[in-house]
């Protein structure tokens, strides 16, 4: 079964950044559309970037100009990129896809979540 496999996760100053990859388990899967959601203790998970199979991108208004999500073909591959962390930044990240394309076929009733990634920003 096709997983999706989250990187990039760690402990960072207030003001520095981070990259979050997210890939899927085969390298015959290709992901058209992703979305990255995060999670605070406490806190119920909210949607953080996504993009469309089109490239079109799209943010939580908090976050819009410090978050960027990105996608290299090649490499079947899902970035989010943030800077200038803060503490409240502070989640378990999860990517997620309902949009692949195995073996040549596109799937779109399909729900597929990462493990989740820890980001912890702290001083």
């Known amino acids: 079964q096709v997983q999706l496999v989250e990187s990039g996760g760690g402990s960072v100053q207030p003001g520095g950044s981070l990259r979050l990859s997210c890939t899927a388990s085969?390298?015959?899967?290709?992901?058209?559309?992703m979305d990255w959601y995060r999670q605070a203790p406490g806190k119920q998970r909210e949607l953080v970037a996504a993009i469309t199979s089109a490239g079109t991108t799209n943010y939580a208004d908090s976050l819009k100009g410090r978050f960027a999500i990105s996608r290299d073909n090649a490499k079947s591959t899902v970035y989010l990129q943030m800077n200038n962390l803060k503490p409240e930044d502070t989640a378990v990240y999860y990517c997620?896809?309902?949009?692949?394309?195995?073996?040549?076929?596109?799937?779109?009733?399909?729900?597929?979540w990462g493990q989740g990634t820890q980001v912890t920003v702290s001083s």
């Open positions: 997620n896809s309902r949009d692949i394309t195995r073996w040549g076929i596109r799937t779109r009733n399909i729900d597929l």
């Open positions: 085969e390298s015959i899967v290709s992901i058209n559309a």
